[in-house]
């Protein structure tokens, strides 16, 4: 009784257990408690105890789901040496459990010791340690945030005095190009021929410079973009984690339940902020899901509607047949809304716009060009001021816009064209002026094996908990803490790296590894996917998985797929993460 009450001292714990452990003649004590975050168990705060793996200990852990005492053998300290296990299982799901030797405590004598009161202040210790942790990453990500910020705004200012001075040069070029016009005007008949021509070349060499400044433009807004893309995706992961550990913590507290809500609702907006810059750039990373084209165009003509404006009359024509594609739902919205304030704009008095959708089955005239197979046609039309020849030339072009200045960005049929063609689609546009525009998309229809393959995500799904080791390799040490804080209260044992290199290093030495969780962008001269083919090589049959929220500007994405990696998007929820691993690791394959 005496050692029981003396296990309140969380200083101390450690050394009690010991003691404990030496008093009933055995070699080691476990205090566990049940942790609602994975629906299992947990080791006490306090002891430096880590629960051994394997088989044994599965199966023992699944007999402690009900209060009693129970026996099994166990693996203990490895897989070598099987000792016996007695769990005594309070009340409330605390466990005892008492490793080798032949402990003389039964189960009525441990009914009356104080271990309820000691469950519940384990317990009120755990949640104390979880907060405290949860809270101080979050300060800091918050510090963190101001910073980056800071940053791009320094950076948009940059780009701004580099965008001046390129409209400066061009001004310039313009100036000189219509004295040179000017002066060949003055020459004989003979000269201007030869002056013409020159005129032409110039003309052609201009457009070929505007064309490249153009290129340039688009390719340093990509960069820009994906360098802080990934950043802010980091960021966003450690304040949706931070959260998610907060929100387990907040008990009853409506308020901090409130406002816990309120930050991830701010920070899912601050996700879809950054899938659209990615797009801008068209290096964003698409999640494609099959879906009913008629379902998601009539779940948003409500925006569409309020988008257009009321001088604006919206008419749908949706097909009865099912259009079931596989292209990103996110992305197909924002298309579909650019093209709507474009024929918007083209109506400055009002109008009417057509959504319409139709089927085109493989081998009709409209669809011979394409590559074969069957189609899902959509169209946007309008009836406003259409446009010339010269400009539906050219309207796909980065940057390129018929707006006043200040009134466009010339980016929006460039994110258009990019999103159908990354989706494996083609567009097409008619019109013609004073008699409005039809932008049509062609997306492949989803048939056959595509459909069959079509996921099944349930809304929640119980976790099971686990005790394999899993090496996490991430640069980012807030990202890795809350990583590693999650995956530990599942009851992972957990080893860490920061880089490729020194990922390797662990697994070359002499440890048990079962599964590898790795960050795809990281310092030091190795990717995630050359880590994961090296550590194929010295594990096989390793488990693997790969994290990124920006990969298309590293040219890696490409690598993920054609090697068959398995991918993960940041930011990701908690319950995403726990539930692919676990099914990785029960699945039987590589």
């Not at 166990?74 to 008492?98: E, F, T």
């Not at 202040?121 to 942790?133: S, V």
């Not at 089927?359 to 169209?379: K, Q, W």
């Not at 546009?429 to 079509?454: H, M, R």
Request: glycine content about 8%; proline content about 4%.
């Amino acid at each position: 009784m005496a050692l029981f009450n003396r296990l309140a001292d969380s200083e101390n714990r450690s050394d009690v257990i010991d003691e404990l452990a030496s008093s009933l003649g055995i070699e080691a004590v476990f205090v566990l408690i049940p942790d609602s975050q994975v629906g299992g168990l947990r080791p006490a705060i306090g002891p430096s105890q880590t629960l051994p793996g394997g088989p044994t200990w599965r199966r023992f852990l699944g007999l402690c789901a009900r209060p009693g005492e129970h026996h099994a053998e166990v693996a203990y300290p490895d897989r070598r040496r099987m000792l016996n296990a007695v769990a005594h299982v309070a009340a409330d799901g605390a466990v005892l459990v008492l490793i080798g030797g032949h402990p003389a405590l039964t189960y009525a004598q441990f009914t009356e010791l104080p271990f309820g009161l000691l469950s519940r202040l384990l317990r009120a210790e755990t949640a104390e340690q979880d907060a405290i942790g949860a809270v101080t990453a979050a300060r800091e990500t918050a510090q963190r945030t101001r910073a980056l910020a800071a940053a791009l705004d320094r950076a948009r200012t940059e780009t701004e005095a580099k965008a001046a001075e390129l409209q400066r040069a061009l001004s310039e070029a313009a100036r000189l190009n219509r004295a040179l016009r000017q002066l060949n005007d003055t020459l004989e008949e003979r000269v201007r021929e030869r002056s013409r021509e020159l005129e032409k070349q110039t003309e052609e060499r201009l457009k070929a410079e505007t064309a490249l400044l153009q290129a340039q433009k688009m390719e340093a807004v990509g960069q820009l973009t994906g360098g802080v893309a990934h950043d802010f995706n980091n960021l966003l992961s450690v304040i949706i984690g931070s959260l998610e550990l907060m929100e387990n913590v907040a008990g009853d507290n409506p308020r901090l339940l409130r406002s816990i809500v309120m930050a991830q609702r701010a920070a899912e907006r601050g996700a879809r902020l950054n899938e659209q810059l990615l797009a801008f750039a068209r290096r964003q990373i698409l999640r494609p899901q099959i879906i009913d084209l008629n379902e998601v165009i009539a779940e948003y003509q409500g925006l569409l509607r309020r988008a257009v404006g009321e001088t604006v009359t919206v008419y749908m024509d949706l097909t009865s047949v099912p259009c079931r594609c596989n292209i990103d739902p996110v992305h197909l919205e924002t298309a579909i809304l650019n093209l709507a304030i474009n024929a918007r704009d083209a109506m400055p008095f009002g109008g009417s716009l057509w959504i319409e959708t139709a089927c085109c089955a493989e081998g009709e005239e409209e669809i011979r060009e394409f590559c074969p197979g069957s189609y899902v046609r959509l169209s946007v039309k309008d009836n406003g001021t259409g446009m010339s020849a010269d400009v539906i030339d050219r309207v796909f072009e980065p940057f390129f816009t018929t707006k006043a200045e200040g009134k466009g960005t010339g980016l929006g049929l460039s994110q258009v064209h990019g999103f159908v063609q990354q989706s494996g689609g083609y567009v097409r546009i008619d019109s013609n002026l004073n008699e409005g525009t039809n932008v049509k998309f062609y997306l492949p229809l989803a048939t056959g094996d595509a459909l069959e393959a079509e996921p099944q995500r349930p809304d929640r799904v119980p976790l099971r908990i686990g005790s394999e080791t899993i090496l996490v390799v991430e640069d980012d040490a807030d990202v890795s803490e809350i990583v590693r804080s999650v995956l530990s209260n599942a009851g992972y044992r957990i080893l860490s790296a920061s880089n490729g290199p020194e990922a390797i290093l662990m697994l070359q030495a002499d440890q048990h590894i079962d599964f590898l969780f790795t960050d795809l962008v990281m310092p030091g001269g190795m990717n995630g996917v050359e880590l994961a083919r090296q550590a194929q090589q010295l594990r096989p049959g390793l488990k693997i998985l790969l994290a990124s929220g920006y990969a298309a500007g590293a040219g890696v994405a490409e690598e993920v797929m054609r090697d068959g990696l398995p991918l993960m998007l940041k930011p990701y929820r908690h319950q995403e993460l726990l539930t692919r691993i676990r099914s990785m690791l029960d699945s039987r394959g590589p």
